[in-house]
């Protein structure tokens, strides 16, 4: 059993208080009158309501059905089959349909979305306007022959069209998989090959940061690489007006998006089995192929309705959004903001140009009231000097989110100094694999510096120590003792489940196995300390990265940093620390000692790195986390096509400062070898 680090002890300041308005009006309020009204069940706080929700399984997610109005064709014969994870089968017998419920308000002339790009004015498009576009393409699929479990792949960005195309294949029981144009050839093949897609929506181009990209040479390449796709939509974005290139002789045909728009077809929902796939989203991808994770109808729609609205309490008035792309499985997540009738803000583009504040920008611009984003750009925002909260007008904004990677103290104190001071800020921190949150926001609960506010209803989250008992106020591996209906299905292409069981069982046998290093409080708070499998270990002594990074980036000429134990099978340590300058900085002997020096006052000696090595930029996949992992085994002597694939990342050359500086270590090794020295002890 993996052993917990020990972590230094953290200043929890209570941020904000909920007003006794937002108490008494929110979502999770009514939900617990009504459970005592229906079920005649009480509870005196949060704390005995999610007690409830893990111990009961049937009784809370059987209430979600009844509370949320699930619409079935036909009904269950029971909440779920008996049984260990995995293998738990969800509301057997009922046949439901994910967009229908997405598009409950069809008929509304209100917004169902509002999309920004960086190519032209924010648009509108109704609810009646979507129910309609999702007619019309659901009625295209369905001529091409695609039908209930047929893959239908999308290269799309963050656009009306993705939302459309998604409702459209869920409408007829067919599975959606997405990959944003930013990801290359290599990415985009590696995960759809693995599900072989029959229709292909792919766009032309798209514009960030101010450059064009086009994208049609990509796009050919795609198709050749897969001979299963017998149709391709082609999305006219970056050339507007254009029709679609002729595909060469031997690929599939092409059909224009404004031509399958224009035959009108009646919204028709296909009802399919609770666990019928919904989608396929796939790990990061940057060791080996992708996986590919299959989550149904049923426990999507029942898990965004329990986490969007509940946790989020986001309804008809909001204007829901987080700054993502189709490739992130904040995006899918996105939009269960649909289901709780809400309006969504779609956005595509850089989040820091033509200036760092864009995205408090469009929060003013599109009237959002519950903005998301990463901890990275909180954090990015806070560095360059922004004050949202003086230069625009924020008055609707009352719910801020962030997910992605631990969001420091310093960094709540920043929203509530440079932001908004009556704002609720969310950290929430889960992962692809349930496309949901494990620790998130509770609108009745107070927010505290550093602190995620509870574990999410329905998610029997525990710490366990290195014996695999579960602990309280100490740091553990994150783990879930129960089932969850988003929970995957399984993995695509793996039979026996043998994969699955791999990825998540492995460890602890009945009990998922997150990978990541989590506290929780005495009173429920949760604190994520980083990956568990990038722990440090320091003279017996292991210490989760996060930390260490809020530290050394709380300086000002520090704009990123990485952080690696290595070891030799010698047992020697080292643990280089790599930083990016912030602009206009040099690392030079004066911040290396101030570097030091602080993190040695903040957290103890043993945080202090062996090397400070300066790069250019720090790898992170192309959802914003940092590769601890591959750049320790790349340093440690592992080949790189080994470790990680360089079309899985944001920057692919940011790789190189890492594979010269492991190819130095191992030169200056050699060299002291043949001297008779130890070929161990180098200090890069």
Request: proline share 8%.
């Amino acid at each position: 059993m993996p052993t917990p680090p020990t972590e230094p002890a953290t200043d929890h300041e209570v941020l904000w208080e909920p007003p006794a308005r937002l108490v008494a009006d929110c979502r999770l309020t009514d939900y617990r009158a009504w459970l005592e009204r229906e079920r005649g069940l009480a509870f005196a706080d949060y704390e005995a309501l999610w007690r409830w929700s893990t111990t009961d399984l049937d009784g809370f997610w059987g209430s979600l059905w009844d509370y949320f109005a699930i619409d079935a064709a036909t009904p269950p014969s029971a909440v779920r089959t008996p049984g260990p994870m995995p293998g738990v089968r969800w509301f057997p017998g009922a046949t439901l349909n994910y967009a229908a419920h997405a598009l409950r308000a069809a008929r509304a002339d209100r917004p169902a979305l509002v999309h920004v790009s960086e190519l032209g004015e924010p648009g509108e498009v109704s609810w009646a306007e979507l129910g309609r576009q999702v007619g019309a393409v659901a009625q295209f699929l369905r001529d091409q022959g695609v039908g209930p479990g047929d893959r239908v792949a999308a290269y799309l960005p963050n656009i009306p069209e993705a939302v459309v195309a998604c409702l459209a294949a869920a409408s007829i029981g067919a599975v959606w998989s997405s990959c944003s144009p930013d990801f290359g050839v290599r990415s985009v093949v590696d995960r759809f090959r693995q599900i072989e897609p029959t229709v292909l929506i792919a766009v032309d181009g798209y514009r960030y940061g101010g450059k064009d990209y086009d994208r049609r040479e990509v796009v050919a390449a795609i198709e050749a690489a897969l001979p299963s796709v017998r149709c391709t939509i082609a999305v006219a974005h970056l050339h507007r007006g254009a029709g679609p290139d002729a595909p060469p002789p031997s690929g599939p045909r092409r059909v224009a998006w404004a031509q399958v728009l224009e035959r009108a077809a009646p919204l028709a929902f296909t009802p399919v089995p609770f666990d019928h796939p919904l989608w396929v989203l796939y790990s990061s991808g940057t060791t080996g192929l992708p996986k590919p994770i299959v989550q149904s109808q049923g426990g999507i729609l029942l898990e965004h309705l329990k986490a969007v609205a509940l946790h989020h309490d986001v309804g008809p008035t909001d204007r829901f959004f987080w700054f993502t792309t189709t490739g992130w499985m904040m995006w899918n997540f996105l939009l269960g903001g649909l289901s709780t009738g809400a309006t969504i803000v779609c956005y595509d583009g850089s989040p820091v140009h033509p200036a760092s504040d864009r995205l408090w920008q469009l929060a003013a611009q599109t009237s959002i009231t519950v903005l998301g984003t990463s901890a990275a750009q909180i954090l990015g925002s806070m560095k360059a000097g922004v004050r949202p909260g003086r230069g625009h007008d924020l008055s609707r904004l009352r719910a801020i989110g962030s997910t992605g990677s631990p969001l420091p103290p310093e960094a709540f104190r920043w929203v509530y100094t440079a932001v908004k001071p009556d704002v609720w800020l969310t950290s929430v921190s889960g992962g692809t694999d349930v496309c949901t949150g494990f620790a998130v926001g509770c609108p009745i609960l107070p927010v505290r510096a550093g602190v995620i506010q509870c574990r999410a209803l329905g998610a029997a989250v525990a710490a366990y120590d290195g014996h695999g008992h579960p602990v309280i106020d100490a740091v553990g591996e994150l783990v879930v003792e129960q089932p969850m209906p988003s929970m995957p299905t399984g993995l695509w292409n793996d039979p026996d489940g043998r994969r699955y069981r791999q990825s998540y069982f492995d460890v602890y046998p009945g009990v998922w196995r997150h990978g990541d290093w989590v506290r929780i409080l005495a009173d429920g708070g949760v604190i994520i300390s980083g990956r568990s499998d990038a722990t440090i270990n320091r003279l017996g002594v292991r210490m989760g990265t996060s930390e260490l990074y809020r530290v050394v980036e709380d300086l000002p000429e520090v704009q990123d940093s990485l952080v690696v134990d290595l070891d030799d099978q010698a047992g020697t340590a080292f643990m280089p620390l790599f930083i990016v300058p912030s602009a206009g900085c040099r690392l030079d002997d004066a911040l290396r000692d101030r570097i030091r020096r602080r993190l040695r006052e903040d957290l103890s000696p043993r945080h202090v790195p062996d090397a400070i090595v300066e790069v250019p930029a720090i790898p992170r996949t192309l959802s914003g986390k940092k590769l601890e992992v591959p750049v320790k085994r790349i340093l440690q002597g592992a080949s790189l096509d080994g470790q990680v694939s360089r079309d899985a990342l944001q920057d692919p050359a940011a790789l190189d400062a890492f594979i010269a500086y492991a190819a130095r270590r191992r030169a200056e090794g050699a060299q002291r070898a043949s001297d008779g020295g130890d070929p161990g002890t180098g200090r890069g």
